[in-house]
């Protein structure tokens, strides 16, 4: 499990595909003594497993069907990739509860400054749209933020001055791809509705 709070940006050093899929090296600044070979590392949002490790880069290998309904298909050497380790029993959980099971990729519709602050509109693949609501969480890109507002499809985000500065989400621009996870709660409650 994870919380949406990126710390660190990695880089993607080398892409290379294998009988298995898609081979990742991702260049880090954590202190890989301290990740173990099989440990899971989220990506953008996307929880993948640690397969190899070096002195500042690791490996994580990608199924096809993890490159189909995510951003990571369009992964090339160079770039910049949020990342953050899992949480731990007793960890303080500074964003919301995130599995690193990305659900969908949303496009950028707009960027534009606020004060000190960016808003973000990003049109959601429909019906993943459904489970997104006004102040409620989302993750995009690995980043958990709030939802402003939803008309329809598009939603809203505020992001402020720090994590414009320390994700890859300061980067983005109309016509992006990005990663969603909507909140657990939610998709739990929808099915629950279901089922009634």
Request: aromatic residues 6%; hydrophobic residues 40%; glycine residues 10%.
């Given at each position: ?9 990695g ?9 298995r ?8 600044h954590?202190?890989l003594?301290?990740?173990?070979v ?36 369009d ?5 910049r990739?949020?990342?953050?380790r ?13 599995s ?15 004060g ?25 890109e ?7 507002e939803?008309?329809?499809d598009?939603f ?8 414009w ?13 990005v ?12 099915r ?5």
């Open positions: 499990m994870f919380t949406g709070i990126i710390t660190d940006i880089r993607v050093r080398s892409v290379r595909d294998t009988n899929d898609r081979r990742f090296e991702i260049k880090t954590y202190d003594s301290t990740i173990d099989g440990a899971s590392i989220a990506h953008a949002g996307c929880c993948l497993t640690v397969v190899e490790k070096a002195e500042d880069w690791f490996a994580v290998e990608v199924s096809g069907e993890t490159l189909a309904i995510t951003t990571l298909g992964w090339r050497e160079g770039r990739v949020n990342l953050e899992p949480a731990r029993v007793g960890d303080e959980l500074g964003g919301h509860i995130v690193g099971h990305v659900d969908g990729v949303g496009e950028v519709i707009s960027v534009s400054a606020e000190g602050s960016h808003r973000v509109r990003i049109r959601a693949p429909k019906p993943l749209h459904r489970f997104i609501a006004p102040k409620g969480s989302i993750t995009v690995g980043v958990s933020l709030t939802v402003n939803v008309d329809d598009v809203g985000v505020n992001i402020i001055p720090h994590t500065e320390v994700t890859t989400l300061g980067r983005v621009d109309a016509g992006a791809r990663n969603l996870e909507i909140d657990m709660l939610a998709r739990y409650l929808a629950w509705r279901e089922t009634e």
